[in-house]
């Protein structure tokens, strides 16, 4: 201790409690305030409290972890199979494989419509773009050089193969095999020319890269336009878009199958999870038709047509024993294989479709009511005046003529539209029951109604019930005009008379045969009694006089060596576009042999404007040429038995037998 320096006092510290009792609070002292550091500054600045701010991180990395474990519900436990299917979608690709369709073919075995390998060229447009293909503009180029080989708009199939967002579209359908073998060499070609740039350092463009094919099948036509109204045509999707294609496509399309397989970069990649369903190809139906009768009426009814500058015409062959049709011809027609140079007028079966008044060779239909009623015979005379006045007007016959003294076999012979009404005049004791009578028999060889086909846009044909005829219709439906009445009609009306007054409904289809080989027969058509064989026989005799007599109208008719029966129709025609009458419908319709019938040829030609306008003048050659043809054909031979020859006149004053 220094000296000078005084004594420190010492001052007691506060005493310690005593076990157990309380310490008293210190009075509160008065703290001297420390100098400051020289140092630092005046305000210093303190750091908070880092809970909060971790204890929101916390919540933050929380509420995201919880976000990721509900997706990861989400996905693998609640959508699991959405996803699932969506990867199986992405993975793997599918692509249909088209049916085979079946062959139509004629009743002979012949093929008449059949399908051929083809292919459906298709296109992954993401292969395009700039960075798929190596070049900017890839789909022009590409649609330049397809476009020629196609036969498609450049311009459309650029736009196709900038589809966007897509891996799959459809350039062209059913192109031949050449056509693919073509594209093929030119991706070849552009595929090692991407390959020789690529190793020049190079982009390596390859504008084809994308281009694929899948396996289909084309619809061809051996022979053409031939039986085209019959058969009708596919449209662009290989469906039945007309004719029996489109009545019967359910058969003949089959059932299409599908190849699933696992991809990767839009190429096939070979693995143990593909999986392939067959198609299962369509039946093949056989027609009744006859290739070779076909193209005979086909050939006849295309140059008489020609020859006449007639708007259209029709021929239909048909067996009076069973119904069958054996040949339906209509002129002008088109190339199935072809429809680009189809007229749409053209492109139908007009023998089934078309409606007209058919003239005299519906008078058959008067003379079997009149037979069949017994109110006259095939001998009864019949006194025919130049003019006859009925209801509101004056009727005559195709030509001006002293008074006629036919019997009835000659008013038949001789088509005279005055006999007709004085010979139906005797159907009923009042007009009104003669209309009644007359349309019973109408209706029963099948006008008015449907013939059982079944053919797309077939016509039932006009006939009005006998309340509503007026007062011409009630004398002009009995030699054919204001009734009208389809080709396949009028044919089916001298079938029943061939076929002994049995009406056989008319058949396109023989039968069907399944993918298992087997054949199936069509239903057998119905069959209805129309008249007493008796007045049927009687018919066919008289139908002979019209071809036989020498002042019969179908001398044309004539085949040597076979007995003929037919009848000849010249009627006005209603003009389509004008509703009003402009021209004349000929026709023909008879079978053969007479005596014992095989074969019914019908023909009309609508509107003929060169030459003759009469049936029995343009129409009869047609029968003579088209029969001819089918008797040789099928082997009918002549039964040589001799015509009746019953009389067409009679003298006045003689009583008839």
Known sequence: MSPKEPPRRRVPGPARPRPGERRPSARPTARRPRPAAPDRAP?????????????LVSLGLTLVMAAFVVRLLQVQAVDAAEYSAQAEKN????????????????????????????????????????????APDAPAQAAALLAPMLGKDAGDLAARLKTPKSRYVVLARRQTPQVWNQIKDLKRVFADKAQTDKRAGGPGANVLAGVFQEPSSKRVYPNGDLAAGILGYVNAEGKGAGGLESQLDERLAGKDGELRYAQSGGRRVPTAGSREKPAVPGSDIELTIDRDIQWAAQDAITEQVRASGADRGYVVVQDTQTGEVLAMANAPGFDPNDLSKARSAAMGNAALQDAYEPGSTAKVLSMAAVLEEKVAGPLTQVTVPNRLHRGDRLFKDDIDHPTWFLTLNGVLAKSSNIGTILATGQLGKTQAD?????????TRFGLGQPTGLEFPGETRGILARPSEWSTSQQFTIPFGQGLSLS?????????????????????????????????????APQKTRVISEETAKTLATMLESVVDDREGTGTKARIPGYRVGGKTGTANRVDPATGRYNGYTASFAGFAPADKPRITVYCAIQNPTRGSHFGGQICGPIYKKVMEFALKSLQIAPTGTAPANLPTTFTPGRPSR
């Open 43 to 55: 305000h210093t600045i303190r750091l908070g409290s880092p809970r909060p701010r971790l204890r």
């Open 91 to 134: 993975r793997y690709a599918s692509y249909t494989i088209a049916a085979e369709r079946g062959r139509i073919t004629d009743r002979r075995g012949i093929a008449l419509a059949t399908s051929v390998d083809a292919y459906d060229i298709t296109a992954d447009p993401s292969m395009f773009t700039p960075k798929g293909s190596g």
């Open 434 to 442: 003669v209309n009644e009578t007359l349309y019973g028999y109408l």
């Open 487 to 523: 080709a396949m009609q009028a044919a089916s009306v001298y079938s029943t008379v061939a076929n002994g007054g049995v009406r056989i409904q008319p058949t396109l289809v023989r039968g069907y045969k399944g993918p298992d080989g087997r054949f199936t027969a069509a239903p």
